[in-house]
C-alpha cells in the first residue's frame, strides 16, 4: 500500500493503492436466485425478484431507498426470514433452508448488539466458545488489535464512543473468520463525521480479514466511497449491478441515474451513437435509436453569460468546492454544476453547453 509523506496532512483513504482497490475477484462465493418475500396479501412483495452472484472477499452494498426491501433481502440471506421462493448458495452449497448458526455468515446488527455486562474482551470471544480458553483468549486478543482496540478489552460496551462500539461488533463477528459478513446500515448510529471516518476503517478492516461483505445502505455517497460494486435496488429486484463507477458513468435507468447522483432527464430522438436534443445533436454513451429519454448530469453542463442567451440562473448555491445553478429554459429546469471560480447571479441570461457523452436510459 502506498504510504503518503506525513506532511500531506490528508489520511490516505483504505487501500488506495491501484492494485488492491476494487479488484472483482473471480471465485464465486454466493448466488442469489429469485429470492422472493411477500409479507401481506394486498401488498407488494417486500422482495419481489432479487438475483446477483458476488466473489470472494468482494464488498457489495445494496443500495436503494427506504423500503425497497434491503434488509429483508439481507436476512434472509442471513436466515433470518425465509423466502417464499428462490435458491442461496454459499460457496456450491445450497443454505437456503439452513438456521443462521448453521451458514456460518456473520452479522452485524444495526445497534450492535453489544452485551452490556460483559466487558469489550469478553464480548469479542463470545463467538469464541467452541476454542480451547487460551485459543480464544489468543483470538480475541488478535481481533482487537485489528480494529485498534487493544487497551480497551475490559471497558464495557457504555464506556465506548459508537464507533469503537461498531469495531467491537465488527471484531466479534469476524473472530470466527466467516466467508461472508452481513451489514445493515452499519454506520446510521454514527454522526456524519464519524460516518466517514469509520466506513473506511471497516473497509479495510474485512479486506485485512479477507471476508466479503454484504452492505445495506440507503446512502448513495456511502455505496460509491466504500463498495466494490452495487446492487441498486428499486421496489423488491435488482436494476442493475456493477462498480460504483460503472453504475455512475451509464445509469440504466432514470431511477438510477436519479438515485445514485443526480440528473436532468431531457427527450431527445436517438440515431445508433448520436441524439438530437433541445440542446443540439449530443454523442451517446450507448447505441439507441427513436425517441428516448437522455440522462445528462449536472456537471456535464457548461454555463455561459450571455445577454441573448435562452436561458436564466433562478438559484444558485455556492458550496466552496463547486457551485450549483439552477437554470430556467423555457419550461425546463435545469441543474448545473460547475467549479467555484466565476460567478453567474441569478437572473443573469446564459446559454447551456454540453459538451460530453449522454446517456440515454431504458
Ligand atoms: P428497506 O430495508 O429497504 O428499508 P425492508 O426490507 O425493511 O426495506 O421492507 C420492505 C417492505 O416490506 C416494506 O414495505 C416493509 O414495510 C415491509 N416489511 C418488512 N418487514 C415486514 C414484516 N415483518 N411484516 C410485514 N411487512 C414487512
Ligand atoms: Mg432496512
Not at 3 to 27: H, T
Not at 28 to 49: I, K, N, P, Q, S
Not at 306 to 324: K, Y
Amino acid at each position: 500500500m502506498n504510504e503518503l509523506p506525513k506532511s500531506v496532512g490528508f489520511k490516505m483513504p483504505a487501500e488506495a493503492s491501484p492494485l488492491g482497490f476494487r479488484q472483482i475477484p473471480q471465485k464465486v462465493l454466493l448466488e442469489v436466485e429469485g429470492l422472493r418475500r411477500h409479507f401481506d396479501e394486498g401488498d407488494a412483495a417486500a422482495v419481489e425478484r432479487v438475483s446477483f452472484a458476488m466473489g470472494e472477499g468482494e464488498l457489495l452494498a445494496l443500495l436503494g431507498p427506504s423500503g425497497c426491501g434491503k434488509t429483508t433481502t439481507l436476512r434472509m440471506i442471513g436466515g433470518f426470514e425465509r423466502p417464499d421462493a428462490g435458491t442461496i448458495r454459499l460457496r456450491g452449497r445450497d443454505i437456503t433452508d439452513l438456521p443462521p448458526e448453521k451458514r456460518g455468515i456473520g452479522f452485524v446488527f444495526q445497534d450492535y448488539a453489544l452485551f452490556p455486562h460483559l466487558d469489550v474482551l469478553e464480548n469479542v470471544k463470545f463467538g469464541l466458545r467452541g476454542l480451547g480458553r487460551a485459543a480464544a483468549e489468543a483470538r480475541a486478543h488478535e481481533m482487537l488489535r485489528l480494529v485498534g482496540l487493544e487497551g480497551l478489552g475490559a471497558r464495557r460496551p457504555h464506556e465506548l464512543s459508537g464507533g469503537q462500539q461498531q469495531r467491537v461488533a465488527l471484531a466479534r463477528t469476524l473472530a470466527v473468520a466467516p466467508p461472508l459478513v452481513l451489514l445493515d446500515e452499519p454506520f446510521s448510529n454514527l454522526d456524519a463525521a464519524m460516518r466517514v471516518e469509520t466506513r473506511q476503517e471497516v473497509r479495510k478492516l474485512l479486506k485485512r480479514a479477507g471476508s466479503a461483505a454484504i452492505l445495506v445502505t440507503h446512502d448513495q455517497e456511502e455505496a460509491l466511497a466504500l463498495a466494490d460494486r452495487i446492487a441498486v435496488i428499486e421496489a423488491g429486484r435488482v436494476v442493475q449491478i456493477g462498480t460504483p463507477d460503472e453504475i455512475y458513468l451509464n445509469p440504466v435507468s432514470a431511477f438510477v441515474a436519479s438515485f445514485i447522483g443526480r440528473s436532468n432527464i431531457v427527450p431527445g430522438t436517438a440515431n445508433g451513437m448520436d441524439a438530437d436534443t433541445a440542446f443540439g445533436r449530443l454523442p451517446l454513451s450507448r447505441a439507441a435509436n427513436g425517441k428516448v429519454s437522455i440522462a445528462v448530469r449536472p456537471e456535464q453542463i457548461m454555463l455561459e453569460p450571455d445577454p441573448n442567451g435562452p436561458a436564466a440562473v433562478v438559484g444558485r448555491e455556492f458550496r466552496g468546492h463547486d457551485q450549483l445553478y439552477w437554470v430556467q429554459e423555457g419550461e425546463r429546469c435545469m441543474l448545473v454544476i460547475s467549479g467555484p471560480g466565476a460567478q453567474i447571479d441569478v437572473g443573469q441570461r446564459v446559454r447551456l453547453r454540453i459538451c460530453d457523452c449522454v446517456v440515454p436510459l431504458n
